[in-house]
């Protein structure tokens, strides 16, 4: 199986030794909004312990990745979040765990497993969707193929993000990786393709 994102925010909890542990998922496609919904939280949950996070999000072609502890002890919590993020081939997402202590110490292996747990948990119940790559192109046709421009987007699942009409009609579009190939292939001569 191949990458897969968020396609809602979901939201679990678990109790260990009393201490909670809420597990927070949010689609990040950007660190602009990892940091939005990171702002969020803490004034949702101002008076938690921690609140650890990790993310791996796609943004301007690279892949970002990351993880906090939060002031747990180092590697105890973050870390184990992101390893079953990298095991599910998680992208564009932010896990949260907001840990309130309940008094009981849990150790460097309690925290590994409660954290661990949280997120295996977070991610088993969500819901989750292909990550897909698109491209966008510059189109420019001839006004009277502008019905065959429709029939070509309903087609290969494409959207028309910008129109300028002119001498010809240009067309900026966004296309599913997977589809360009075969478009550009069933795109008349007569129109012009840039990348």
């Not at 939060?70 to 993020?85: N, R």
Request: hydrophobic share 40%; net charge neutral.
């Amino acid at each position: 199986m191949g990458p897969c994102i968020l396609l809602k925010t979901h939201r679990t909890e678990l109790v260990e030794k009393n201490s909670r542990f809420i597990g927070i998922g949010c689609h990040s496609q950007s660190l602009i909004e990892f940091k939005q919904h990171k702002d969020a939280l803490e004034k949702e949950f101002p008076d938690a312990n921690h609140i650890v996070f990790a993310y791996r999000i796609y943004d301007h072609d690279s892949l970002h990745i990351r993880f906090s502890d939060a002031g747990e002890p180092s590697g105890t919590a973050g870390k184990p979040v992101l390893m079953h993020m990298e095991g599910n081939s998680l992208v564009n997402v932010t896990l949260f765990v907001v840990r309130y202590f309940g008094g009981t110490k849990l150790g460097a292996g309690g925290l590994v497993k409660a954290y661990g747990n949280t997120a295996r948990q977070l991610i088993t119940e969500a819901s989750w969707g292909p990550y897909i790559v698109y491209k966008e192109l510059w189109l420019a046709l001839p006004y009277s193929e502008t019905n065959r421009l429709e029939y070509l987007a309903r087609k290969f699942g494409v959207e028309i993000l910008e129109r300028d009409f002119s001498e010809s009609v240009r067309v900026r579009i966004r296309i599913a990786d997977d589809n360009a190939a075969e478009f550009k292939a069933a795109v008349p001569s007569s129109w012009t393709v840039q990348a």
